[in-house]
């Protein structure tokens, strides 16, 4: 939460996030954000501790906020609803490329843009950001995907994104390093899109395993390192 007491003046080189009328302005510097109500009179300033710097931050009102982390956290992507007394880590799912930079466009869509790719999402509250567009920006990907697992390695459950160029059959197994068959579901109807797997390897030793994702005769597969 922001911290008492408050600074009596503005912190130095910082960079203006947003201001919303006279009296109420975030700004940001190093790893804090600063908060003043009364025109910049008394700022409160919320520290991440576990980050190394804020990559970029924006509100879209007094009390919604997001933040880009330059954090080891898996979790560099972070929301507040609440005036940025507490923040919420959002589920990032590619393990490749971290977020860069974000802009909001309304409360419900969000696009976040790492150094070779653009993500949108209107699912929050803790969610993965599922929506991936693909290069060029303006095309979604045409294409039966499979991400590889985060996190990974994983204790005791990862998840897997897929994306689906159109609706149908999906079946999902898991094999050990040895080929042997440790989990299966169910083949199931799928929609077009963005999907996750939640694999859960509770009941399974450490190791490498294999998962595979059917769909339309086409098989893909990822290694997975359960470490206990």
Do not use: C
């Not at 919320?46 to 906020?65: E, K, L, V």
Request: aromatic residues 14%; hydrophobic residues 35%.
């Amino acid at each position: 939460m922001f911290h008492n007491p408050a600074l009596t003046e503005v912190p130095s080189f910082y960079r203006v996030i947003k201001s919303f009328n006279d009296s109420t302005v975030f700004v940001e510097l190093g790893r804090s954000i600063y908060k003043t109500t009364n025109s910049g009179k008394n700022w409160h300033s919320r520290q991440f501790n576990d980050a190394n710097d804020i990559r970029d931050a924006d509100f879209i009102s007094q009390d919604t906020g997001y933040v880009i982390l330059s954090t080891s956290n898996p979790y560099p992507f972070r929301v507040t609803t609440n005036g940025g007394i507490n923040w919420l880590g959002v589920y990032w799912i590619d393990n490749i490329y971290i977020p860069q930079f974000l802009s909001v466009t309304d409360s419900n869509k969000l696009f976040l843009a790492t150094t070779d790719e653009m993500y949108v999402t209107n699912n929050f509250g803790g969610q993965p950001l599922d929506i991936k567009e693909d290069r060029p920006l303006f095309n979604l990907p045409v294409e039966f995907e499979l991400s590889q697992n985060w996190p990974n390695p994983f204790n005791p459950s990862t998840s897997i994104g897929y994306y689906l160029p159109e609706s149908g059959i999906v079946k999902v197994s898991v094999y050990n390093i040895m080929g042997e068959l440790v989990n299966s579901q169910q083949p199931e109807f799928v929609q077009q899109g963005n999907n996750i797997i939640k694999f859960d390897g509770s009941h399974l030793p450490s190791g490498v395993y294999i998962l595979n994702v059917t769909f339309a005769d086409q098989r893909k597969s990822i290694k997975m390192l359960l470490l206990k």
